[in-house]
């Protein structure tokens, strides 16, 4: 099983692009945040065209998640549980043939010292609390998506710049450890010990031409998930085009099930 999460900085603006990079990779899994647009006009028809179905989780102008996958999904969840009140479009959850998805768009956080880093921080509490429910279960399971999260150093470019900044913060960085000390695979550096892995280059100040990026795109995988994990992969290509997102796609390869021994 193919999946993919690409964080794509409004699915209307970025449409052709979209369109484009699913056909070449073909994924059987599309895990989108950011989509930029209520459910009702998100534009399914031209994902459904590609033989995809879709499940979009929509809010006007900001954050939503959608769901593309080749196979029927099924048993889908649109909230993240926790908090009942919290009206954010930032998670939709699903089953596709055996495998439990989830397409979550974590937080930023920033400023500092406000609700909106208090939010994030109470946002990955209730993560934990749903992948422990999920560990419970023994199912192989994928939490797709952006994190908003550096886990280490070497995963941006200027540690020290990032120093303030809410994606870099000990007490953000030790709750994603803390979902790694559940028993949680990070699927790309459990294949990859490089440095300058990005996944997003801000639009500002050059930062794609001169390479001054973070790596806040993850997959987190369960045991059953892990034991199947084949290739996880960044795509740099998208975010070389023209009208690109300022994230690029990241790719994870799962071997069906069938063939663990």
């Not at 794509?8 to 950011?34: C, F, G, H, M, Y």
């Not at 937080?107 to 429910?133: C, I, Q, V």
């Not at 973070?214 to 290739?231: C, G, M, T």
Request: aromatic fraction near 10%; hydrophobic fraction near 40%.
């Amino acid at each position: 099983m193919k999946i993919a999460t690409w964080n794509v900085n409004s699915a209307k603006a970025r449409l052709p692009l979209i369109t484009d990079w699913l056909r070449a990779e073909s994924p059987d899994v599309a895990l989108l945040q950011e989509i930029k647009c209520e459910t009702a006009a998100f534009p399914r028809a031209a994902f459904e065209e590609l033989g995809y179905h879709v499940t979009p989780v929509g809010q006007k102008s900001y954050n939503g998640v959608a769901f593309l996958s080749k196979a029927p999904h099924e048993d889908v969840l649109t909230r993240l549980p926790g908090e009942p009140e919290d009206e954010q479009a930032r998670y939709v959850e699903a089953t596709v043939s055996g495998v439990r998805i989830a397409s979550l768009y974590l937080p930023n956080g920033n400023p500092l010292g406000t609700e909106k880093f208090a939010y994030k921080l109470r946002w990955m509490d209730r993560l934990h609390t749903h992948a422990r429910s999920l560990l419970a279960q023994e199912i192989p399971f994928v939490l797709g998506g952006d994190y908003n999260i550096i886990p280490e150093p070497r995963d941006v470019f200027d540690p020290v710049a990032f120093a303030g900044d809410a994606l870099f913060q000990p007490e953000s960085r030790a709750k994603f450890r803390a979902l790694l000390n559940l028993g949680l695979t990070e699927a790309y550096r459990a294949l990859h010990d490089d440095d300058h892995a990005y996944t997003f280059w801000d639009y500002q100040a050059g930062c794609w031409p001169r390479d001054l990026g973070l790596r806040i795109d993850h997959f987190l995988l369960s045991p059953q998930a892990a034991d199947r994990l084949v290739e996880c992969r960044i795509d740099r290509r998208p975010r070389g085009a023209e009208k690109a997102s300022d994230h690029t796609p990241v790719l994870l390869d799962l071997r069906d099930g069938s063939d663990i021994s």
